[in-house]
């Protein structure tokens, strides 16, 4: 068996599938597949097309509800299992906070823009009944950005399981879906980013299934006076979270990988308690530089 590694281009971002296979047209043929079950998720909820059933929830904000699939029902549910888990902190109504923040302008909105905001923020107002969903107030949104790649990821190497790839991951921007070993039995070591030395390796993750996941104040950040704002804003506040470097987790799921960083970024000092009580494996740099682990990690 050969290990063909085929990039591609999704979510905005650079992605990647490594597979094992006899020969270079079966693994293309995989891939082939794979990215397109890749595109039909981000085409389907992605916000920014006028299309997708994500697009046309928000724009009936304050209107009708609007009639979901039961893949979209499901996601929804999901989201729902989230916040409540999370204490009210996973909140796919969050991503109107967007329009305050711009990450690639340095700039920290007042406190009247963000309360402005914070009105429009709040999963349980949202209603969900007979497969409708409906967001009650003009100028709502819902944004499965917080879990639309890591699902996306489970979907594809589900997908290429069950055409016969025995060997191999998906990997959309470092979140990641093994779904199994190298040909020869070992692990694929998987290569965590330092958080504050772009390029070097703090660690690498020996993996030969499951997901695996990194949130981090590293990728969408902006420096100010000495303050580090970064992408994970915390929907009670409307501010960027202070306390962790990068979390990344191990899980028999990518979605779950996924959730569980994000909500360990977004718990703060009380992120390290909800990564124990997950019973996952990771590994996490607060913001002095010390590492907490709970995983085979070598550094």
Known sequence: MRVFRIPFDAMASACELVVATDDEQQAQELAQSAVAEVKRIEEKYSRYSSDSIVSRINAAAGQQPIECDDETWALLGYADTL?????????????????AWNFRV???????????????????RVEREQGKVRLPQQGMEIDFGGFGKEYAADRAGALLTELGARHGYVNLAGD?????????????????????????????????????ATSGDYERFFELDGHRYCHVLDPKSGQPVTHW?????????????GNCS??????????????????????????????????????
């Not at 888990?85 to 906070?97: A, K, P, R, Y």
């Not at 340095?106 to 349980?124: D, F, K, M, N, T």
């Not at 330092?194 to 070097?200: E, F, I, L, S, V």
């Open 83 to 99: 916040y409540r888990n999370s204490g009210e902190l996973f909140d796919i109504t969050c991503g109107v906070l967007r329009r």
């Open 106 to 124: 340095p700039r920290v909105p007042s406190e009247p823009e963000l309360a402005q905001l914070r009105a429009l923020i709040g999963w349980s």
């Open 176 to 212: 990641m879906r093994v779904f199994g070993p190298k040909p020869d039995g070992q692990p694929w070591m998987i290569g965590i980013q330092d958080p504050r030395q772009k390029g070097k390796i703090l660690a690498t993750m020996p993996m030969t299934h499951g997901g695996l």
């Open 245 to 257: 470097r990068t979390v990344s987790v191990v899980a028999p799921l990518a979605v779950v990988a």
């Open 262 to 299: 994000t909500i360990a970024m977004l718990k703060q000092s009380d992120g390290l308690e909800f990564l124990e009580s997950s019973g996952m494996d990771y590994l996490a740099v607060d913001q002095i530089g010390n590492i907490h682990l709970k995983n085979p990690a070598k550094a």
